[in-house]
């Protein structure tokens, strides 16, 4: 069972910036995803960003976060990562971590997704 631990997160002021990071617990070969969610409460989790490990690393982004945020992968360590500039109010949420492995493409529904990280909080202040 692969395990994905989050890091990173917290508080900032709109306009600023964080950096999220994810973890599996082992190495992961092969094709496969990476994803950033966010889920508020009430509301579905939605998507946010996702890599993929061939290639050109394909990624995929919500329209709301292109152009401000930028997701990277550490194939050597099994690690993705979310930078997130000019963040808004409404990007408060809880981020979560996810992997899909064994896939040639990354999916943007949360059900695509085999491996789930805890979550990191991320607030936004105005």
């Known amino acids: 069972q692969t395990q994905l631990v989050e890091s990173g997160g917290g508080s900032v002021q709109a306009g600023g910036s964080l950096g999220l990071s994810c973890a599996a617990s082992r190495y992961i070969s092969g094709r496969y995803c990476m994803a950033w969610f966010r889920e508020t409460p009430g509301k579905e989790r939605e998507f946010v960003a996702a890599?993929?490990?061939?290639?050109?690393?394909?990624?995929k982004f919500k329209d709301s976060v292109k152009g401000r945020f930028a997701i990277s992968l550490d194939k050597a360590k099994s690690t993705v990562y979310l930078k997130m500039n000019s963040l808004k109010p409404e990007d408060t949420a809880m981020y979560y971590c996810a992997a899909d492995t064994e896939t040639s493409v990354c999916g943007r529904l949360a059900r695509d997704y085999d491996f789930w990280g805890q979550g990191t909080q991320v607030t936004v202040s105005s």
């Open positions: 890599i993929h490990s061939e290639g050109d690393g394909r990624q």
